[in-house]
């Protein structure tokens, strides 16, 4: 903008380049536009720097949740929002009572235990996504994926601070346990998971296995171990019939028709 004497600088240039000194982005870009419309409608002065700090504030938020998304690593961006609550066997109020997130601020943890197909692993990722939404930190692992990070710290002997750090976690997600043979590494990883997090933050499992079936899995010391931590303080959903995804594809609607 043109100075408004000589060649000093004008306030609101001033302002300008505070606020990139004080790294202000989101009050910097909207600062010019508030102030034209400060003048036009003759705020009270506090009224412009209120929606300029409302500003700073909300697009801070923003650029947390985004980060937090990324380093979540959730699969496939299965929402809520694409959720049907009326296609899920579990009840409506269950389902709405996981969804408040009332359970991960109370450090409790969550097994979804079914058949295939019948919507674990969509619901512990909206879950994830939900968390995420309201400035919580998540982390999506796989059981192997578990198993790859003990291999990867043993080289150095730090596993357990590797997975102590997983404890400033809001609420870490497993999915798909029992659905392949788990190695010895990832029992391990799952089991230094919910041992790090014990009483402290939360765990959620998607299982095609009840808890009480997991030494069919791994060494039964180490399963005993890890049940017992991880259902201390846990809800048990069960899901039931068939496939939703089976029922899709026979009904034509897992793809889009053919072009002739």
């Known amino acids: ?20 000194r004080l790294r202000l982005k989101y009050f910097r870009e909207q600062a010019e536009d508030v102030v034209l419309t400060a003048r036009a409608q003759r705020w009270d002065p506090a009224e412009a720097m209120r929606v300029l700090l409302a500003a700073e504030a909300e697009g801070r938020d923003r650029s947390t949740t985004e980060l937090h998304r990324r380093r979540a690593h959730l699969p496939s961006g299965k929402t809520f929002e694409v959720w049907s609550e009326v296609r899920s066997s579990i009840p409506a109020k269950t389902q ?25 692993s969509h619901l512990l990722e909206a879950l994830g996504h939900a968390a995420v939404e309201r400035q919580m930190t998540v982390v999506w692992f796989s059981v192997e994926d578990l198993g790859a990070m003990v291999r990867r710290h043993r080289v150095d002997d730090t596993v357990s601070k590797a ?13 798909d346990i ?20 014990y009483e402290r933050r ?41 496939s939703v995804r089976l029922a899709d594809a026979t009904s034509g609607k897992g793809v889009r028709p053919l072009v002739d």
């Not at 404890?167 to 997600?173: E, G, K, M, N, R």
Request: glycine share 8%; net charge negative.
């Open 202 to 242: 939360s765990v959620a499992l998607s299982s095609n296995l009840h808890p009480s079936g997991f030494d069919q899995l791994m060494d039964k010391t180490i399963a005993s171990a890890l049940v017992d931590r991880l259902m201390h303080h846990a809800h048990v959903i069960l899901t039931e019939g068939e």
């Open 96 to 120: 709405r009572a996981l969804a408040s997130l009332e359970w991960v601020a109370r450090a409790e943890n969550l097994v979804v235990a079914g058949p295939s197909g019948t919507g674990k």
């Open 163 to 175: 997975f102590a750090q997983l404890a400033a976690t809001s609420l870490v997600l497993v999915d």
């Open 1 to 20: 903008m043109n100075a408004g004497r000589g060649t000093e600088p004008d306030a609101l240039g001033e302002v300008v380049s505070l606020c990139r």
């Open 178 to 197: 029992g659905l392949l043979p788990i190695s010895a590494d990832a029992a391990e990883g799952l089991y230094r998971l919910v041992d790090a997090m």
